[in-house]
């Protein structure tokens, strides 16, 4: 079965920084994909970036992207010039056994300063 | 915009009294899902519609139910709520079996007295 895991309840970063949220996973499947949402105080899940096992670079969308290492079984978000407005929850997510049903990882909460 | 909208954002219970939580979708997308997560944790899946075909998840308690009347519309029912259901609901949908991607709506919290 499927597992993902965040080591890092929490994080600071100062403004205008970067900074990494770890997450690792366990599959036996071939073909899976990795999800990272970011869920602020008012609770809404919002879908940030998506990586593919089998694409070939790294995903990015704007100032966030992916530090995929597939032998490792990792998939790091990285967050580029962190603003005031990133402070809020992270999850990485993975489909269950293929399935259209998603696991997530405990979260990381990140706290930006100004 | 097209959108996930969940109604109320904010609903109090009593012990024990039922309460039916909303979720309406204009993205026109196949399945639906119902998440609940409690403080600090992860959204825990507790059930989800692909089309009319309901799937419970084999620990979602009896007290939680769902309805689906049509494409766009999808309903939490709880028949009992007790003080541990207390929790953020989300919702979200997702195209169809083989797109994995899933949109949440902004949630309700509910508390329950």
């Known amino acids: 079965a499927q597992k993902i895991t965040q080591t890092q309840p929490g994080m600071f970063v100062q403004e205008k920084e970067a900074v990494t949220l770890d997450c690792t996973y366990d599959?036996?499947?071939?073909?899976?994909?990795l999800f990272w949402y970011k869920q602020p105080s008012s609770g809404e899940m919002i879908f940030l970036i998506y990586?593919?096992?089998?694409?070939?670079q790294n995903a990015t969308e704007g100032r966030y992207s992916l530090n995929f290492q597939k032998a490792r079984k990792s998939a790091n978000l990285v967050i580029s010039a962190s603003q005031l407005g990133d402070s809020a929850m992270y999850f990485c997510?993975?489909?269950?056994?293929?399935?259209?049903?998603?696991?997530f990882g405990s979260g990381t909460r990140l706290l930006v300063r100004p | 915009d097209a959108m996930v909208i969940q109604n109320p954002r904010y609903q109090v219970t009593q012990f024990g009294k039922p309460v039916t939580l909303s979720c309406s979708q204009t993205?026109?997308?196949?399945?639906m899902y119902w998440y609940q997560q409690k403080s600090s944790q992860a959204p825990k899946l507790l059930f989800h519609?692909?089309?009319?075909?309901?799937?419970n998840e084999a620990d979602t308690p009896d007290n939680f139910q769902s309805r689906r009347p049509n494409t766009s519309f999808c309903f939490l029912d709880i028949r009992s709520p007790g003080l541990g259901d207390a929790a953020m609901y989300l919702c979200?949908?997702?195209?169809?079996?083989?797109?994995?991607?899933?949109?949440f709506g902004p949630g309700t919290r509910l508390t329950v007295l």
């Open positions: 997510a993975m489909p269950v056994d293929s399935s259209y049903k998603l696991i």
């Open positions: 599959t036996s499947d071939q073909s899976y994909g």
């Open positions: 990586q593919g096992s089998y694409d070939e």
């Open positions: 993205l026109n997308h196949n399945v």
């Open positions: 519609y692909y089309d009319k075909d309901f799937n």
């Open positions: 979200a949908t997702g195209r169809d079996r083989t797109y994995n991607e899933q949109f």
